[in-house]
Every structure is written in structure tokens, then in C-alpha cells.
């Protein structure tokens, strides 16, 4: 009879053990490796929409592996919730916003997009033209018109960047890497 709650304990214990392991490289992944975001706001329409989730993976960030055309998830200390943004320039790249075009390093940033977005002045003028600081980034939405960015917010500080949106898993008719 000691031998089957012996058995039962070991059992258990085994159980616990396996559990908290789980638990434990769970939790790692989530800090170090990837998580998971959802989209809130029209800003990155029509690449992303409301309600669009989306896997983040942190190493890039972690190992200087961001460039330019990256899709970034970052939380400035200001917001109480992450913003999703395009990333259009590096630390020392020059930025500046002209005739509806935005400019990095002297030549027209393009995104990409069927419609490349018209890119207006923020209502900062010392965040329309800058040199991007070592440590920060500058990053924009590709629906400019509604967008909350860089240029209202200003550069983004590395320690705000969460890392980069690389795949959607939701909705399922978008299923898919980002580019």
C-alpha cells in the first residue's frame, strides 16, 4: 500500500515538474523570443487592419536586425497600449518630410503600397526635419492622414520597441507574413 502513494506522489511531483517547465518557457518566449498584438487603430491601413493579430518576434531588436520598411510594435511611454508602425529610418539616417513626400537620406521613401501614401507635415516642425538621434528610430503609419507617429511623437527610443510584426494569424482570410 505505501508503494501505490508512493507511486501517486512521484506521479504528481512529476506532473508539477512538467507544468512549471511549460510555464517557465512559456514565460521566456513571451519575454525574449515573440508575442502576440492586435492592431487598434486605422494607422497602418490598408497593410493592417483594426483587429488584426499579429506575431511579433523580439530578436530583431535585440540583435540590431531592424531596417528600414519594417513593421515595428513599440509603446511610448505615453500610451497605455502598443502602436504599430512602419519603421522608415535608422539612428544617423536624415529625415524630412517635403511637398507631401517624405524624404530619408535625401531620396523618397517608398513603402511599397499599390498607392504610396501622401506624407503631410506633423504638427511638431522639429520632427518634420531631423537627424534621427543614436538609440531611436522613426517610424510612421502607411494611412498618414490618421496616423499617430513620429511625427507628433518624435523619434522612438530603443526601449520602447516591443520588435516586429512578422506574420498575421487573424483574421484567417489574411493569413500570411508581413512585408
Known sequence: MLTTEKKKMNEALDWAIHIAVAIIVGILIVV????RTIVFDVSMQPTLVEKDNLLVEKLGV????LKRGD???FRPPTEDRNLVKRLVALEGDTVEIKDSKLY???????????NEPETLEGSKPEY???????????????????SYDCR???PIDKKWLIGRAVFRFYPFNKFGTLH
Open 71 to 73: 513593421i515595428i510594435v
Open 62 to 65: 535585440k540583435f540590431n536586425l
Open 104 to 114: 530619408v537620406n535625401g531620396e523618397v521613401f517608398l513603402t511599397g503600397l499599390a
Open 128 to 146: 518634420n526635419k531631423l537627424t534621427v538621434p543614436k538609440g531611436y528610430f522613426y517610424a510612421l503609419g502607411d494611412n498618414r492622414a490618421q
Open 152 to 154: 507628433e511623437l518624435g
Open 32 to 35: 525574449f523570443v515573440g508575442q
